[in-house]
């Protein structure tokens, strides 16, 4: 790594070089970004983890830059073909595009119909044309006529595939068409007629077009996935006169046979090979830009999901509901332990009223327990009627259980439960992710928590790549209790992986809680290395020492320990006490080791140790309805928003089939991105704008719901104005009618 890097990254992000190298030389040591984040802010200039990872990214694609570069040029004078000229485009290349482009002419290909023509000897005839001669070309021509080129045909035919491929091969040319296809060039998608209706669900792309500048992330997805099933065809070209007349105007100056000749191969080269070229780069272009938009859309889902607040410690019944099959109850004291399960039937035919009434209610004496956490999937709604006219005294809940189903039949979900069967375990997965969604979400694929955008058309490494960062940051963000967390949140801490993971299980298992940080240590696999990384992170309730129930890092308890004694108090004194810690002269205390940035780091958690970033836990109640055919358009109804993309809000009122927000329905006002003002599990207020029962279809607004209580506030407003005012004159009415009769 050089120096150019660092100011080469610095300048692109806009970053100081300092933080940049900082960054840089923390990853090559083996620094997570949470890590680098929270406790290396005096070295980054307190560089957030999206600064962290544009870092990191670009340094990634600058060093693969290099690379390249270096193996093509090292290529090209292998070939003895290196030039000045060369040498000056490769070191004005801005983007990898731009170096294939100087390298494919010098890249090893397949045997082409021009490489046959020059193998033929036709080199020179393509040369002396491109010149624009005036002299007549079949009688050139004639003098090519041999070996295998049997006529005068075959050898200017041979010529103009020379051509041709020289004009595919010619960067500048490259560079000019892609930007006609990147300004002016048009999506379009017609449907295989064979297929018609097969893909019903692609009917808005059976007959479509829209500019490559401006088609959104979502259309493009959906035309690739029609495509890819073979129910779309797709195209992307612009217009081809304009594009043929690029590649003449660099290479036809006179008019004459010879440049009517050029013409042609001009149109050969653009339709055999350029044009074919630039639709698969620009398509895939498109697939990238869409994969990306994609997979930031779910990984922004996925962060606020996991933020998701808690119930926290409280014991519960958890219910994954049934119509035929029954309703699977289970009982969880407050650590989440399985205590013991039921079956209860309070639907259809089947039901069995009073006895699951007695059921829940024994359940909820023996075990003292204070929730009820609901699954609000299919019977989710009328199980949750059913037990709140049991009016319980305890709060009820419903609980998203996307992904639960395969929590429950997954690997990780036997070797949790290995006696318990697979209903037992789903009911077990919603209880828990009440308590704490976190804690449970990290056990289950992200992709099958139903908060993304195409997700399984994107690019799958980087999807997987980008939402174990996202899973990875909000873990540390929140901290995690070292002597109650399980594998498989404790291999998401900043320096702990999987095997680390499974050794402090294992250690804990046979010594007991830790007491305190520090005997980390003497986990196998945990070194000091890893130690470092992990240990702000990891807190300890009730431990020997109560900084490390904190985000305190244990390389900075001497600091603490220095304020206190200047102080002349004990750590008990001064945790949560704004007084005395407002009293610290913080600046007194930086020193080349710990900046301002960490001291202010370690008021903040002196004044609220391990504060939990999650806020507290609403309760919800949803309207009086169950199913799509009970919605009616004009209904005005509470309730949450579920997924986000690009194109809109996915909100769920109650009934099974969540209903779509447009973008163009969010707000009063024009927005780029739904994530401008709505966030996951926001509670809202929507008017249903059209239900289609038979695709499953309820579009929403939240805009016309505001604007209807606007109104409403309006006319209130107005009424009771007009009252005040009725009332102020009927008072001086009878004021003068007193006046009248007794006088002033």
């Known amino acids: 790594m050089t120096n150019n890097f660092y100011s080469l990254i610095a300048n692109q992000l806009h970053l100081p070089e300092k933080g940049v190298k900082a960054v840089l030389e923390l990853l090559e040591e083996g620094a997570t970004i949470p890590f680098i984040a929270r406790y290396r802010k005096d070295l980054t200039g307190a560089m957030d983890e999206v600064q962290i990872q544009n870092i990191q990214e670009r340094f990634k694609f600058e060093k693969e830059f290099a690379e390249r570069k270096e193996f093509i040029s090292k290529t090209i004078k292998e070939q003895e073909k290196w ?43 393509a040369l002396w044309i491109m010149e624009e001669p005036e002299e007549d070309l079949e009688e050139k021509a004639k003098d090519f006529v041999q070996g295998e080129i049997e006529d005068i045909t075959a050898a200017l035919l041979g010529a103009r595939y020379i051509i041709a491929e020289q004009m595919n091969e010619n960067a500048e040319i490259r560079a000019a068409l892609r930007k006609l296809f990147e300004n002016q060039a048009e999506v379009i998608s017609e449907v295989v007629e064979a297929e ?105 889902n996925l962060r606020q999901l996991l933020l998701s607040s808690p119930l926290g410690g409280k014991s519960l019944l958890a219910i994954d509901p049934g119509y035929r099959t029954g309703c699977k109850v289970v009982a969880l004291d407050k650590h989440g332990s399985f205590l013991e399960d039921t079956l209860i039937y309070v639907h259809e035919k089947n039901h069995k009223l009073l006895e699951a009434e007695e059921k829940v209610r024994g359940f909820i004496q023996k075990y003292q327990l204070e929730a009820v956490a609901i699954g609000d999937g299919t019977a989710g709604r009328e199980t949750e009627a059913f037990i709140k006219q049991l009016n319980l005294n305890i709060p009820v809940f419903l609980v998203n259980e996307d992904g639960a189903s395969i929590y429950s039949g997954s690997e990780i979900g036997r070797e949790e439960f290995p006696s318990q069967d697979i209903t037992v375990r789903g009911a077990i997965s919603i209880g828990r992710r009440l308590m704490d969604p976190l804690a449970e979400l990290v056990k289950i694929d992200p992709k099958s928590i139903g908060v993304g955008q195409y997700q399984h058309d994107v690019n799958q490494v980087k999807l997987k790549d980008k939402l174990d960062l996202v899973v990875e940051s909000c873990v540390n963000a929140v901290g995690v209790n070292l002597n109650t967390a399980g594998k498989y949140l404790l291999q998401y801490v900043s320096g702990i992986g999987p095997s680390v993971a499974d050794n402090i299980v294992k250690y804990r298992t ?235």
């Not at 290349?93 to 033929?120: G, H, S, V, W």
């Not at 660099?250 to 090979?273: C, T, W």
């Not at 004044?607 to 009086?624: H, I, M, T, V």
């Not at 209130?716 to 004021?735: V, Y």
């Open 83 to 125: 030039t000045e000229e060369i040498e000056k485009s490769l070191e004005s290349a801005k983007t990898l595009q731009e170096l294939e482009d100087i390298y494919l002419p010098f890249k090893p290909k397949r045997r082409t119909r021009a490489q046959k023509a020059r193998e033929a000897g036709l080199e020179p005839l």
């Open 510 to 744: 046979e010594n007991g809680s830790f007491k305190n940080r520090k005997e980390l240590l003497k986990v196998k696999g945990l070194g000091p290395k890893a130690y470092e990384q992990c240990a702000g992170f990891l807190r300890i309730m009730d431990g020997d020492n109560a900084l490390d129930a904190s985000g305190v890092h244990p390389e900075t308890y001497a600091i603490v320990e220095k304020m206190l004694g200047d102080l002349g108090l004990q750590l008990p004194e001064i945790l949560g006490n704004k007084e005395k810690i407002a009293k610290i002269p913080v600046r007194n205390y930086i020193n080349e080791e710990i900046g301002l940035y960490t001291l202010e780091d370690i008021l903040k958690e002196l004044e609220k140790p391990g504060l939990d970033p999650r806020g507290p836990l609403d309760s919800f109640e949803f309207a009086n309805i169950y199913s799509i055919e009970e919605v009616q358009v004009g209904m005005k109804l509470p309730g949450i928003v579920t997924n986000l993309t690009r194109f809109g809000a996915f909100v769920d009122i109650g009934v099974k089939q969540d209903g779509l927000v447009h973008i163009s329905e969010i707000a009063n006002r024009f927005i780029e991105d739904p994530s401008e003002v709505l966030k996951l599990n926001d509670k809202v207020e929507v008017i249903v704008l059209e239900v289609d029962i038979a695709r499953s279809r309820i579009s929403l607004s939240i805009k016309q719901a505001q604007e209807n209580y606007n109104k409403t506030t309006q006319n209130r407003k107005k009424t009771d104005r007009r009252k005040t005012t009725e009332g102020k004159n009927s008072m001086q009415d009878a004021l003068m009618a007193l006046k009248g009769k007794f006088g002033n």
């Open 196 to 300: 018609k209706e097969k893909g019903a669900k692609y009917k808005d792309y059976f007959e479509y077009s829209e500019s490559v500048k401006s088609i959104p992330s979502h259309r493009i997805l959906a035309i690739l996935r029609g495509f890819m099933e073979g129910v779309l065809k797709m195209s992307i070209h612009p217009d081809e006169e304009a594009a043929v007349e690029i590649i003449k105007k660099q290479y036809i100056q006179k008019q004459n046979k010879a440049s009517e000749f050029l013409e042609k191969a001009a149109k050969d080269a653009y339709k055999r090979m350029l044009q074919p070229s630039l639709e698969n780069e620009i398509r895939a272009q498109l697939k990238t830009e869409a994969d990306d938009e994609a997979i930031e859309v779910f990984s922004e």
